[in-house]
């Protein structure tokens, strides 16, 4: 395997580097100024956010994450993963550059699976980030990490499904840009386990759909983007918005979390990244006890052990990135679950560190590491918890010795 970056990974690598440097990173606070600048955080988009994504587009910094298609940049995720990196160093960096989640998850789908006539209307304005998009599929009443006990129904009534059902942790949809969910629910109770669901796209000014609140996250309501539980009562939306066709829904989601996943991780190799440039600049700082913070050796350690965390997970997820272009997602799959667990996991240890040695200041407002934190310990969770990856990563290694077992 060779991982070594190509040519024009290396120029966008030096050009998204030097956008951060100069737009991105001196403009989190501004953004969060703007945000907490009005009465509703959730009627009004801070104007910074769209000034950065046009300067984003002007230097052709835009829509980098789907790979082998006409609508993006033509990159592998191989090529893709060290610049989703470079954006996961800021809260604010993925939006700029139109490749933050939902959306990209959201586009993906639409450019596998919608027709024509759905791109047209969905996936085009999408692309050009004027308006957003959020996912409803985890229930309240239901453990949503097995996808098959999903209760919301998808019902045909002549030319139109008729939807019902509540979600929750539907990322983005409190944004007064979200303008289309879509929303996997139930179409057949008596079809087999995985042909059971199906997906359908729902414009949120649909009657009958309503928000009922705002999650917040350790405390972050992540305004105006925002985590809402949603309501779904008797929805009508034409059966041309179903995606892919009937049972399709489980396929279609297997489809959607492999890239997603390997985004996440993409992205918390960046914020672990940062934290740990931060945590070395703060400790040559700062003194205690007669001598810098970089001269403790158990300060060297969390350096060093960071280091290492780091470098693994990035090693694991350039191969996973790899085997999904060469050998697709399926093949795939025991290593974007590896990654899954390890990348969340390893983030929150080297973030941790940093904090630690930032002290009182590393869980304020003052610095990105608590809200990193906040973020990278929701993704044990999104996207399938880390027991549901590990339970699939032994069952593969068990069945590749199972013949072997059974002939002692």
Same mark, same amino acid.
């Given at each position: ?254 489809? +959607? &979390?492999?890239? %997603? ?7 918390? =190799?960046?914020?672990? !990244?940062? #934290? ?58 025991t290593e974007i679950a590896m990654i899954k667990v390890v990348a969340p996991n390893m983030a929150l240890r080297v973030i941790d560190r940093s904090i630690q040695a930032f002290g009182g200041a590393g869980v304020s407002g003052d610095f990105t590491l608590a809200a ?7 993704? +044990? &969770?999104?996207? %399938? ?7 699939? =990563?032994?069952?593969? !290694?068990? #069945? ?9």
């Open positions: 395997m060779d991982f070594s970056y190509s040519q024009k990974t290396i120029e966008l690598q030096k050009k998204l580097t030097a956008f951060m440097k100069e737009f991105v990173y001196p403009n989190e606070k501004n953004y969060e100024e703007q945000v907490n600048a009005v009465t509703d955080r959730w009627a009004k988009v801070p104007e910074i956010i769209e000034q950065l994504k046009e300067k984003a587009r002007e230097q052709g910094l835009w829509n980098l994450f789907l790979p082998e298609s006409e609508y993006g940049a033509g990159l592998t995720n191989q090529e893709y993963a060290p610049l989703c990196e470079i954006m996961g160093r800021s809260p604010i960096g993925p939006e700029v550059f139109n490749c933050s989640a939902p959306d990209t998850g959201n586009m993906e789908v639409l450019v596998r699976y919608g027709t024509e006539s759905q791109k047209k209307q969905w996936l085009e304005p999408l692309l050009d980030g004027k308006i957003r998009s959020c996912f409803a599929m985890t229930e309240p009443e239901v453990a949503s990490s097995d996808a098959t006990n999903i209760q919301s129904s998808i019902i045909r009534d002549g030319d139109e499904y008729v939807l019902n059902g509540r979600k929750w942790w539907t990322s983005g949809a409190g944004d007064p840009r979200c303008k289309i969910a879509i929303f996997m629910g139930k179409n057949d109770p008596d079809a087999p386990r995985y042909e059971q669901q199906s997906m359908i796209l729902v414009p949120l000014d649909t009657p009958g759909v309503k928000i009922e609140r705002v999650l917040s996250v350790f405390g972050y309501d992540h305004a105006p983007h925002g985590h809402a539980e949603i309501t779904f009562d008797n929805v009508r939306v034409p059966v041309k918005n179903i995606l892919w066709g009937e049972g399709k829904g489980f396929a279609i989601a297997q489809g +959607r &979390l492999g890239p %997603g996943r390997i985004h996440h991780c993409m992205r918390l =190799i960046g914020a672990a !990244e940062r #934290a740990l440039e931060q945590m070395c600049v703060r400790v040559q700082e700062r003194t205690a006890f007669g001598k810098s913070l970089a001269e403790q050796g158990v300060v060297k350690e969390w350096i060093a052990e960071s280091r290492i965390d780091i470098e693994q997970a990035r090693l694991l997820t350039l191969k996973a990135a790899y085997m999904m272009d060469t050998v697709g997602n399926k093949e795939a799959k990193q934190w906040a973020s990278s310990r929701t993704l +044990r &969770l999104a996207d %399938g918890p880390d027991e549901v990856h590990r339970n699939q =990563i032994a069952r593969l !290694e068990l #069945a590749k010795y199972a013949a072997q077992g059974k002939g002692k």
